[in-house]
């Protein structure tokens, strides 16, 4: 009996679902783990973003456009307030819009058409969630409504990224004028949705998509709403979801509207501006706000550096309620030396419990996993006679870092500051410019031994 024909998609779904695509290869992965277990905690989650600079700023700004609507709240400089500020769930939210942003935003002859359906996706999901949520789900459920409206569109996407030849079969067919759907099976056999689950289920990640009447809707809004909110399929799209959470149509409009300005601006704190454009809000006053927080080649923030300073100190006084938080403090301290002060390699190591062995337990910035791998080293007299409560040293040729540091760091200039626990030296915060070969400066060692001792005086204001 002769084999069964391979479908146009079936040789598609096989090419594309082999690619190396980072956002459904491992971070992907280690985000979904972190996010979903009930062990793992916001550290680690803000360990695993921090690993990718790029996705780093991207969640950042995105917390930030998340936050915009919040009166009173300092805008977020760090991962780890992000996960404090927005919890776990809704970071893992972000860090999927991020990660499919960078993976499926890159030029192509069909840019324009990948820009489109992400503004579509972005859009229904924001949408998504503010169903749940007025229907007070909890927060789990409201952002994995968000999840599925946004990967809902993920077979459209990845074929004007991927699509070659039949990209351009079915760009000729939709400039003829036939319909989407019926374009789509022409060419495929199979719609781009039903493309989009073949894809998840080959990346492990169809139980993600549910059916859920929520996303059904607000993928319909995002389809109808850029034609106007007046025209008859919007209105009865508006209808449709009034009726479902039993609010009057006038009161419905006004909350979608405001959702799709929310979504326009998540799709520009992306970086995704052109995908905002295919949804319908005005974005002034939130592309002015996001600009202030554009992030250089370097991921460091366009701010006044004393101004992030101050906030990351703010910070550092909100993302520990108890001493079980100390590793989340500790994180924040590592993103503020980074980012707000500005230096390229930073460390904090610890003291085992023994009190045998000294070595890197966190580190942030270039570079850093070599430094972790050598910051490992038996406790002895050396160091005990250098590591003291409340040391901060501006380590220089004439004032020479321990020489089991020196060796350890490769260079002779570098900053170091004691941290201490109930007036115990537990350990040490470590920063260095070597990557970027920048000197260190005096503004520089006044905002470490700021961020250091703000970390010490939070620590001994926690309750046990």
């Not at 499919?100 to 859009?123: D, F, I, K, M, P």
């Not at 001493?323 to 989340?328: E, G």
């Given at each position: 009996m002769p084999a069964a024909p391979t479908l146009p998609s079936q040789r598609l779904i096989r090419s594309i679902a082999e690619k190396d695509l980072p956002a459904f290869g491992l971070t992907l992965q280690e985000v979904l783990t972190a996010a979903d277990s009930d062990v793992l905690s916001g550290h680690q989650m803000a360990e695993v973003i921090l690993r990718d600079p790029a996705l780093t700023s991207r969640v950042l700004r995105a917390a930030n456009a998340a936050h915009l609507g919040h009166s009173g709240h300092a805008k977020v400089v760090t991962v780890s307030r992000a996960v404090v500020i927005l919890g776990v769930n809704a970071i893992r939210s972000l860090c999927i819009s991020?990660?499919?942003?960078?993976?499926?935003?890159?030029?192509?002859?069909?840019?324009?058409?990948?820009?489109?359906?992400?503004?579509?996706?972005?859009?229904?999901?924001v949408q998504a969630r503010d169903l749940g949520r007025r229907q007070q789900m909890n927060k789990d459920a409201v952002e994995r409504l968000f999840v599925e409206a946004l990967l809902s569109g993920i077979g459209e996407m990845a074929f004007w990224c991927f699509g070659n030849e039949m990209a351009d079969q079915l760009e000729r067919e939709l400039q003829s004028g036939t319909a989407p759907a019926k374009a789509e099976s022409k060419v495929l056999g199979i719609t781009l949705t039903?493309?989009?689950?073949?894809?998840?289920?080959?990346?492990?990640?169809?139980?993600?998509?549910?059916?859920?009447?929520?996303?059904?809707?607000?993928?319909?809004?995002?389809?109808?709403?850029?034609?106007?909110?007046?025209?008859?399929?919007?209105?009865?799209t508006t209808r449709d979801i009034a009726v479902l959470l039993k609010t009057p149509d006038a009161?419905?409009?006004?909350?979608?509207?405001?959702?799709?300005?929310?979504?326009?601006?998540?799709?520009?704190?992306?970086?995704?501006?052109?995908?905002?454009?295919?949804?319908?809000?005005?974005?002034?006053?939130?592309?002015?706000?996001?600009?202030?927080?554009?992030?250089?080649?370097?991921?460091?923030?366009?701010?006044?550096?004393?101004?992030?300073?101050?906030?990351?100190?703010?910070?550092?006084?909100?993302?520990?309620?108890?001493?079980?938080?100390?590793?989340?403090?500790?994180?924040?301290?590592?993103?503020?030396?980074?980012?707000?002060?500005?230096l390229d390699r930073c460390v904090f190591c610890l003291l085992s419990p023994d009190r045998t062995r000294l070595q890197?337990?966190?580190?942030?910035?270039?570079?850093?996993?070599?430094?972790?791998?050598?910051f490992q080293w038996e406790w002895g007299a050396e160091m005990e006679s250098w590591l003291k409560p409340q040391m901060v040293i501006w380590h220089d040729v004439n004032t020479p870092s321990p020489d089991f540091l020196t060796r350890a760091s490769e260079t002779l200039d570098c900053f170091t500051g004691t941290f201490s626990i109930d007036q115990k030296a537990v350990g040490f915060f470590y920063a260095d410019r070597k990557p970027s070969g920048r000197p260190l400066t005096p503004e520089g060692f006044e905002g470490f031994s700021s961020l250091v001792a703000q970390a010490e005086l939070v620590m001994r204001a926690l309750p046990r």
């Open positions: 991020a990660l499919t942003v960078e993976t499926l935003s890159a030029a192509t002859q069909y840019g324009h058409r990948v820009q489109e359906a992400l503004g579509r996706s972005l859009h229904a999901a039903q493309l989009g689950r073949e894809l998840l289920q080959n990346w492990s990640l169809a139980s993600v998509l549910q059916d859920s009447p929520e996303v059904a809707l607000a993928r319909q809004l995002s389809l109808v709403s850029p034609q106007g909110w007046l025209i008859s399929a919007t209105r009865q009161e419905m409009l006004e909350f979608l509207q405001a959702n799709a300005t929310e979504a326009a601006a998540l799709a520009t704190a992306l970086g995704a501006r052109q995908a905002a454009q295919v949804i319908p809000a005005e974005l002034q006053h939130s592309e002015e706000i996001l600009d202030t927080l554009a992030p250089d080649e370097k991921g460091y923030f366009h701010m006044p550096v004393i101004h992030q300073q101050l906030r990351v100190l703010t910070e550092m006084g909100h993302v520990a309620t108890s001493r079980k938080d100390l590793p989340i403090l500790l994180e924040t301290c590592l993103e503020g030396l980074y980012r707000a002060v500005g890197a337990r966190m580190a942030t910035g270039p570079a850093t996993d070599s430094l972790r791998q050598r």
